[in-house]
């Protein structure tokens, strides 16, 4: 606790549930994966979407709910499916 009264806290990506993940058709027979994770704080929320395209991965910025401040974010994706995404892709 700092003398503001303020609590800092450390998250790991590992505390950050998979709330909603699936592929989007794009059309011409394209397919991305998109991924929403959200961090269930008491008193807050953190959230943040990754997406994985013809083998890159993006990682958006942080979005937060209730009474929190990030101060330093360090959030790493890794995709866990096949390198082909018809392994993955279910119509």
């Not at 590992?14 to 269930?40: C, K, T």
């Not at 929190?68 to 866990?80: A, H, K, Q, S």
Request: glycine share 10%; hydrophobic share 30%.
């Amino acid at each position: 606790m700092t003398e503001e009264g303020k609590t800092e806290q450390e998250i790991y990506g590992s505390e950050f549930s998979l709330e909603e993940g699936g592929w989007r058709n794009l059309g011409d027979n394209d397919h991305q994966y998109e991924a929403l994770f959200i961090y269930f704080g008491e008193e807050f929320e953190i959230r943040f979407q990754a997406t994985y395209l013809n083998g890159s991965i993006s990682v958006y910025d942080l979005s937060t709910r209730g009474r929190v401040m990030i101060l330093d974010d360090n959030i790493n994706v890794e995709w866990g499916g096949s390198s082909n995404p018809e392994d993955d892709y279910d119509e």
